[in-house]
């Protein structure tokens, strides 16, 4: 299997995860190896060069495109610049593996998926909670049957997170979209199908720096009855001591807090404990993994940018329930019925 030349645009805070799953532990194996980075930033630039041993360093989008010595470039900018960079790229020839979340909105990503088919490229996004180690065993588990057919499942996540600046702190879309996108995506990967309605509500409580929303419900319903339920709280003064996912089926019950995914059977004597303990940063390096496996062997990877926009769907779903208050109903692709707007995922752009 050939050895890929990687270049990361971006050496932002999130470069670190991908730095350190690409080089240390199993890394990457034989797969491929980063070559080149790329930030405006030349302080960033320096300190993520030096501190991983990278020599070759650019400072224009340009000198990356055309360093032949780089086959897949991992994008990590802010979403609302997405297209400007990973549309070029895919015309360069390069394959692009994408932060979540994949667009700043459902348009865009549509966009950049139709760009990369007609440049015979891959393009897939890094929703990396699917390789953690307790989205792994609850997958493994839920796949073999452990608790029966899936009935519904519920996410609460309840945190301290106050953004320093950056364009999290700015952005009009915040804990949806940065973080329970995760969740969205989660859903669908145990569900094993799409959503058939969406309905959300939002609030931005003031108590943090950020403009965007920080307290978030959502609920879906798939189009085989599943219900899923996400809380997404960031001001919570618990401060992250509530983190727990739970799984009902018709034979049992699973539930992943930390490290620990426990099964419960119907007769509550069928307890068992899975310790999914994992290094978090290797997560990255199986989104980098799936995908140049998948150029290696010309197929599509699971999480490709077109499997990325039924969960984009689900999170532009949302963000248009909370801002009509009622629900939206999505068609049996995942994707909304209607048209999709072309405004921003944000809450504060109603209208534009």
């Not at 971006?10 to 350190?20: A, F, T």
């Amino acid at each position: 299997m050939p050895s890929f030349g990687i270049g990361l645009l971006g050496c932002g805070r999130i470069s670190e995860n991908h730095l350190r799953g690409y080089r240390h532990g199993d890394g990457l194996g034989d797969l491929g190896e980063i070559v080149a980075l790329c930030d405006v930033n030349e302080t960033l630039l320096e300190q993520q060069g030096t501190k991983h041993q990278v020599t070759t360093r650019y400072r224009r989008l340009e000198d990356l495109v055309a360093d032949d010595r780089v086959d897949v470039v991992t994008v990590l900018t802010p979403p609302d610049v997405r297209t400007g960079v990973v549309i070029p790229l895919l015309e360069a020839g390069k394959h692009v593996l994408v932060e979540k979340p994949f667009a700043h909105t459902l348009a865009e990503a549509k966009e950049m998926v139709a760009a990369a088919e007609a440049c015979d490229r891959l393009l897939a996004v890094n929703q990396n909670y699917r390789w953690r180690a307790d989205t792994l065993k609850l997958k493994e588990l839920v796949d073999a049957g452990a608790i029966g057919e899936v009935l519904g499942m519920h996410q609460l996540h309840a945190m301290w997170r106050d953004e320093g600046p950056g364009w999290r702190r700015t952005t009009d879309y915040l804990a949806l979209a940065v973080m329970a996108v995760h969740w969205l995506d989660r859903f669908r990967w145990l569900a094993r199908d799409e959503g058939a309605s969406v309905y959300a509500a939002t609030r931005s409580t003031g108590l943090l720096q950020s403009q965007g929303e920080d307290w978030a419900a959502v609920t879906v319903r798939f189009r085989n009855g599943v219900i899923a339920h996400m809380t997404e709280d960031w001001c919570s003064a618990s401060r992250h001591k509530a983190d727990t996912f739970l799984v009902d089926g018709t034979k049992g019950s699973l539930v992943a807090e930390g490290k620990l995914v426990t099964r419960y059977g119907r007769d509550n004597g069928d307890e068992q404990v899975h310790d999914a303990a994992g290094d978090f940063a290797a997560s990255f390096a199986h989104s980098m993994q799936v995908l140049l496996e998948a150029i290696a062997s010309g197929t599509e990877p699971s999480i490709s940018g077109r499997d990325n926009l039924n969960t984009m769907a689900l999170l532009d779903g949302a963000y248009r329930s909370a801002e009509a208050g009622e629900v939206v109903h999505l068609a049996h692709n995942g994707r909304p019925a209607a048209a999709p707007s072309e405004r921003s995922l944000g809450v504060a752009n109603v209208g534009r």
